[in-house]
Structures are given as C-alpha cells and as structure tokens.
C-alpha cells in the first residue's frame, strides 16, 4: 500500500533550522500534489506548503519566507527545510499526498515531531 514516511524532526532553539523529508512508497511525488501539514497541541490540522505536479508551490503566510518545499524526483521524496524557526512552529508535522481527480486519494504519513524552544 503506499507509504509517506516522515523524518528530520526533533528539539531545536529558536533561530535555528531543520530539514524535514518524506519518502514516499507506491506513488510518484513528481506527478501528485504533496503537501506538509501541522497540528500544535489543542488546534486544528492546518496547512504548511505544497508543491503541485507542475512544481508550483504554496506557503502559509505564517512560514512565507521562512520554509521551503521541494521535492527529489530520483528519490521520490518531498523535503521541507525549515529556517528561523519560532517556538509557535511547535507541532506535529505531516506529509500529504494528494490527488484530487480519477483515482482520487489522499494519503498521510505518521508525523514526525518539531519542538522550537525559546
């Protein structure tokens, strides 16, 4: 079945930076849209970045500027590389893949844990 495994999370202080990676299983990240979700304790899943089939990506105003999506087609992998990293970037982080017509499916990964310490 396909598999988004996520990793590169961990505890790390404000300012500093973290590359997250999702490797993906049965489907192809260069022809699907992926994504980078969170969740923070207490909230609602909420969307980071995507990377569209065509290469076209899309940020959250509260990470434009700071993170970056982007994807190794050779080694079917989507990677968020993360910089000034703020203690509200705290949260569980989730890989996405989607595709919105015939087959449609919309698959997750486990998370992986980010912790920004002030």
């Known amino acids: 079945q396909v598999q988004l495994v996520e990793s590169g999370g961990g505890l790390v202080q404000a300012g500093e930076s973290l590359r997250l990676s999702c490797v993906a299983s049965?489907?192809?990240?260069?022809?699907?849209?992926m994504g980078w979700y969170r969740q923070a304790p207490g909230k609602q899943r909420e969307l980071v970045a995507t990377?569209?089939?065509?290469?076209?990506?899309n940020y959250a105003g509260s990470v434009k500027g700071r993170f970056t999506i982007s994807r190794d087609n050779a080694n079917n992998t989507v990677y968020l590389q993360m910089n000034l990293l703020k203690p509200e970037d705290t949260a569980v982080y989730y890989c996405?893949?989607?595709?919105?017509?015939?087959?449609?499916?919309?698959?997750w990964g486990q998370g992986t844990q980010v912790t920004v310490s002030s």
């Open positions: 996405n893949a989607y595709r919105g017509s015939y087959p449609s499916f919309n698959y």
């Open positions: 049965r489907i192809t990240v260069s022809t699907n849209a």
């Open positions: 990377i569209s089939s065509g290469g076209t990506t």
